[in-house]
């Protein structure tokens, strides 16, 4: 199904199961799931999914609750979700490189009625996790899994669930929840992630949109990105749902594993961070004549270096980018068939006409092609506000209804948009949102620290790569003890990759640190050592210059 009808077919859809259960009728046999080397008809999906959903709701599970699941990429996580959207419950996806504090954190926000975990994997043992998470806080009842029977079988016997934790929720939150199908943790620059509500129709909108872009009637997606990331839930999963397609998933990214699967399993769509396609370009086993097969390819996430494109070029399939964040429930924006590499380098496309965005200053003025504003959107594509946080969600958006993406961008007179910057102080490396207050707090814990300013840098793999200006208080800390420090606090993509050093932070008039003056210079610092500071005279140069 690839014309302007499944818009029309979609827009009658209430939950994202309905591409479950519509595409269970009409292609019963047809495969919609994969997984080292076993497979899932649709029909046969379709009813372990609805097998699911009545066990939850004997349990006690209603339409509002939340329940949270850690695990890897794999059709457990399609189940639950699936199960939960027919419920009306609401998912939350844990990120199994999260440390026990983020895991905490999660759990004590959204007090889940449910855990389920994953047992283990590549010898991380997740149930010791979830143990030391007890420790922080109330846990609900969990449900652990190594196989698809495990979970059909855990989920089928946990008998009946306490009763739900009282919410303490504003009336504008509580009404958005019967509409949400997933809760989706992004950073804040407070250093408090955020939990952002995204909706049934946000996200089948979305979907739809791109199967129609970049799909072929059956598509055939890999899916290798975090349970928990909005890439993860719309971009490889219901967009190769909602038209019938199917979904090969992979536990962990590896480029090798990833080139073989494409080949083996005929995944015509390939959608990657620029970090992936980075990878896979220079594993030995890349063989452009063998994935000639491809429908398309699709950059997304942020933008991905020049060598990389020409390398994805040689693949001869039409190659695409695409731009979007998680408030917007993933992609607002593609490029044009046909975009030459100068545009996928440097232009995000344009604006679906399906979706309701613009460029606006701070009066909420349009911006002529070639004035910078603000990327801003409103409409069916944008999430419901942040779960349990009414002051951020009401500064979300403007006074009329536009949300704030903090994303400075400018229209090209080739009808283009080039993202000239963040409002906000975002680092996005390897297709992850980092933000850099959370990270300063860790740092600034150190008792030897005396101010830090978390920066990104240009970074090839990457896009942008994590780094940390210190300033100290009366000795320097060596670079492992500090490296330490957040490895046991953050998740290992959060993890600064240089600790720059400055005497003196250079001020505004305002007494503040000027953040944007310490990353023009960040990469010109001298980098801390194992053992302390570089050279004495060295930092006191630095100060003259600021």
Known sequence: MKTEDLMNDVAGWRRIDDALSVHARRTPTAVAVSFEGRH????????????????????????????????????????????????????VGLNPRYTVNEVAEAVGRVRPRLLITLRSFEGRDFLALIDAVAGQVALPPVVSFDSMDSCVEGLSRIGRLPPPPSDTLDVPTRSALPGTAVIVFTSGTTGR?????????????????????????????????????????????????????SVVFLQRFSAARTLQLIRDERVNCWLQVPAMYHECVRDPSFDPKALGHLHSICIGGGAASAWTIRQLREIGVPLYVEYGQTETSSSAAYSDPGADDEVLAHCVGRFDRHFEFRIADRDGRLCAPGEVGEIQGRGALIFAGYFGDPQATQAAFTSD?????????????????????????????????????EIEQVLESHPDIDQVVVVGLPDERYGEAVHAVIAWRTRAPGREALAELCRSRLANYKV?????????????????????????????????????TPAKHHLANQRETT
């Open 40 to 91: 899932w008809s649709w029909a046969a999906f379709d009813a372990l999914v609805g097998h699911t959903a009545q066990a939850l709701v004997s349990a006690g599970l209603a339409p509002g609750d939340r329940v949270a699941l850690l695990s890897t990429p794999r059709p457990e996580y399609l189940l639950v979700l699936m199960a939960l959207s027919r419920v009306g419950a609401i998912y």
């Open 193 to 245: 992630p955020k939990a952002a509500m995204l909706t049934h129709r946000g996200l089948l909108h979305a979907a739809a949109v791109q199967h129609l872009r970049l799909n072929p009637p059956q598509p055939r997606y890999l899916c290798n990105l975090p349970v928990n990331h909005v890439g993860c839930l719309m971009n490889l999963t219901l967009a190769a749902l909602v038209g019938g397609g």
């Open 401 to 437: 209804g536009w949300l704030h993406t903090g994303d400075l961008a400018m229209q090209r007179p080739d009808g283009n948009v080039a993202i000239q910057g963040r409002l906000k102080e975002m680092i996005k490396s390897g297709g992850y949102n980092v933000y850099p207050r």
């Open 496 to 532: 600064p990759k240089s600790f720059r050093v400055i005497e003196a932070f250079p001020l505004l008039a305002n007494g503040k640190i000027d953040r944007v003056t310490t990353r023009a210079m960040a990469s010109g610092l001298p980098e801390l050592n194992a053992s302390g």
